[in-house]
């Protein structure tokens, strides 16, 4: 199984290293690490691993803790296949989705961001969602002025975007792991800000409030 390990860790040589090789000795093999924030002496990554499906989760935390300065913000599943350019792949689809573009993004973004489901919204109605969003899905009653990360009353980790443009608002929820950080906040915000440039965006929300 895939998982995303958040850790926060002193900024200083060495640091990484530890935890890489605590992480082996565990059974975890490393198939990527991002850099999410660094200052004031620590930094934030998100460690994505590959592990038999018996390892137990909180053992990898256990192990990752033992290492002087290093805390876990959480450890979740992901889908996003390490190494590769989810972004300009999912936005070369959406190029050529035609009427199906919006359908296409909301489809693609819990893949991108190690979430569990999206969905647009219209006047707190649900437009379209992806196949895990809850069938009960409850939309915030006020939708920000900017995309925001946020966590609701029952725990639940989202970001809340506006999509002016197009009178609709985005949900993007994760029910594992440490709330959106900035970087995946601004991350969504540039994807959004090019799907809204693409000429087929509003026939394809059009196609979507018809039904």
Aim: charged share 25%; net charge neutral.
């Amino acid at each position: 199984m895939l998982l995303r390990v958040r850790v926060t860790l002193p900024d200083k040589p060495g640091s990484l290293a530890q935890v890489t090789k605590v992480l082996g000795a565990s059974g975890a093999d490393i198939t990527q690490v991002t850099v999410l924030d660094r200052g004031a002496g620590q930094a934030v990554d998100d460690i994505t691993v590959f592990c038999a499906e018996s390892t137990p989760r909180q053992s990898l935390v256990k192990s990752l803790e033992t290492v002087e300065g290093v805390a876990v913000e959480g450890i979740w599943t992901t889908r996003e296949a390490p190494g590769t350019y989810p972004e300009l792949e999912i936005l070369k689809y959406i190029t050529t989705a035609g009427d199906r573009a919006l359908t296409t993004l909301v489809d693609s973004l819990p893949v991108l961001f190690s979430a569990d489901w999206a969905a647009t919204t219209a006047d707190r109605r649900v437009v379209y969602a992806s196949w895990r969003a809850p069938k009960d899905l409850i939309v915030p009653e006020e939708t920000p002025s900017r995309p925001t990360a946020l966590t609701l009353e029952d725990g639940l980790h989202v970001i809340h975007a506006p999509l002016p443009p197009l009178a609709l608002s985005l949900l993007l929820a994760r029910s594992e792991g440490p709330a959106f950080h900035r970087i995946e906040v601004h991350r969504l915000t540039r994807i959004l800000e090019i799907f809204l440039s693409l000429p087929a965006t509003e026939r394809s929300v059009a196609r979507q409030l018809r039904k």
